[in-house]
């Protein structure tokens, strides 16, 4: 086999079915044998942070996409449970001389005030985001070969806990007041799921990129306002009003409530531009990003027939 996918998110879930699209065998691998169905996805049982367990399910692989998530989105967490599950992957797959692609998030850059490149330093020292740091250090000093590709925040078919997912897509679709979190005017950019996945096969498949840190195919960024009117408009239903949830209220409510304030600390990438511009990376992979448009067309698509 190939082609082997840890995690059945949106991400690996989209890569698997691309992959099997394109006629390629993939074998899935989750601790609860979840995943899309499709007669060439091999659905495995297999936990990912167990070496024996994982280099079995690795035998033959020659690429490993890592699309696993930690137990909970907390810092503490991540620092318990990501680096020694990365290590056991990147362990795994030297085994079987395999390259491993991550998807990766804009964390490490930190906390920026100009438009992040594939050179802008990653260098991030707090919480989640100096976790990714970590990751990525560890990622270059291991003897497996590796490519991480960046991506900002997810929208598209599959995407439910993010921003632009489940928080908004159902809440234009129903007319409710869309409250957000920052400014709803501050430019941000929107990676659309496929487009990464895209960019990840053809990642693994040139290995003049591996070893590299890729931004994922990318769109010029919109406000969180403009996104919702923009689901609005290929909905075909009326914009809802936009409000803002204060920072003040998130931080008050942080103060006894750790989850919240685990979302307090990454405030800063909705509270001012945060762009990503991907052009570079672009011309090094041959794929430019769906346009905004036909992303919200098919995510909104998604969304109405998965509530029939």
Known sequence: MNNVVIGAGPVGSTI??????????VRLLTRSGSGPEHPLVERRRADAGDLRQ?????????????CMHASAYRADVWRTELPHAEHTVLEAARRTDAVVVFPESLYSYGHVSAPMTESTPRTADFGKPG??????AARERSATATVSVVASDFYGPGVLTAHAGERMVPTVLAGRTMRVIGDP?????????????AAMIRAAGDSSLWGAVLHAPTAAPLSQRE???????????????VSTVPTW???????V????????EMTYQFERPFVMDS??????????????????????????????
């Not at 698997?16 to 065998?25: F, I, M, N, S, V």
């Not at 005017?185 to 996945?197: I, R």
């Not at 011309?283 to 992303?295: D, K, N, Q, W, Y």
């Open 227 to 241: 996104l919702v009117t923009l689901y609005a408009e290929v909905a075909g239903v009326p914009a809802p009003r």
């Open 16 to 25: 698997a079915l691309q992959l099997a699209a394109a006629g390629e065998p």
């Open 131 to 136: 976790v990714r740091t970590q990751l990525l």
């Open 54 to 66: 994982l280099s079995e399910a690795l035998d033959g692989s020659r690429v490993v996409y890592d």
């Open 257 to 264: 409530h750790r989850d919240t304030r685990e979302i307090v």
């Open 249 to 255: 209220l998130l931080r008050a409510v942080g103060a």
């Open 185 to 197: 005017d501050a430019p941000h950019s929107w990676t659309y799921v496929p487009d990464l996945a």
């Open 279 to 308: 052009t570079a990376s672009e011309a090094r992979l041959g794929l430019s990003p769906t346009p905004m448009t036909e992303g919200a067309r098919q995510t909104v698509a998604w969304w109405r027939e998965r509530g029939k």
